[in-house]
């Protein structure tokens, strides 16, 4: 004896399934136009200040009063560095991620379609690309090994590069950003289709 007649998943949202598998209702959602968002927000740069002055010994002061005050120049001088090393990194990434932006959206709005769900992970991807060629660049001014606390070791943001890279991979998956990954991605059916059922 047949069961109840199961529900046909709508598949009029989307076409261009490879797979030919039933498109579930839970993936359909309306197109929408989101803003682009605020890199300066996303991406704040925080004051640098003024360069620490290198201390001068004088006859007033002591050998070792000096070396106090060298001491806390290059205290000072390194958090200023990594200070100026943030804010070049910020105004780095606000422009990298708003040309990602720029490039990635509009081709995603017709090819797989994008509603107010997918905002943060668009958002985010950019971030992660901004961040990403940050990463490279330095690692490329400063060497892939550099000078740590108990001699030479490996760049610290290599490994930081590496967990960007990885959640790369998890949006290439995601939006289709590769061909082997589009074949998986449904793409969305023509904007004059008559069968929309979000017109």
Known sequence: ????????????????????????ESIVVPPATFDEPDWA???PTGLVGRKPAKPKLNDTSSF?????????Y????????????????????????????????????VSVGLGNLDFATVVDLCVCIARLEWCERQISREGLIVEGQR?????????????????FKTY????GLSPSARTGVPS???????????D
């Open 74 to 109: 290059e205290w000072d001088l390194d958090r200023w560095t990594r200070r100026k090393l943030a804010a070049e990194a910020a105004k780095f990434s606000q422009k990298r991620a708003a040309e990602e932006w720029n490039r990635v959206v509009p081709i995603l709005k």
């Open 1 to 24: 004896m047949p069961g109840p007649a199961r529900k046909p998943a709508l598949q009029i949202v989307r076409e261009g399934n490879p797979s030919k598998r039933p498109i579930p």
């Open 151 to 167: 001699g030479p070791c490996r760049n610290p943001l290599t490994t930081v590069a590496t967990a960007y890279r990885t959640q």
């Open 172 to 175: 290439i998956r995601e939006l």
């Open 41 to 43: 927000a996303e991406f």
């Open 188 to 198: 969305r059916k023509d904007d004059d289709d008559d069968d929309d059922p979000f």
């Open 64 to 72: 070792e009063e000096f070396q106090k005050l060298l001491a806390m």
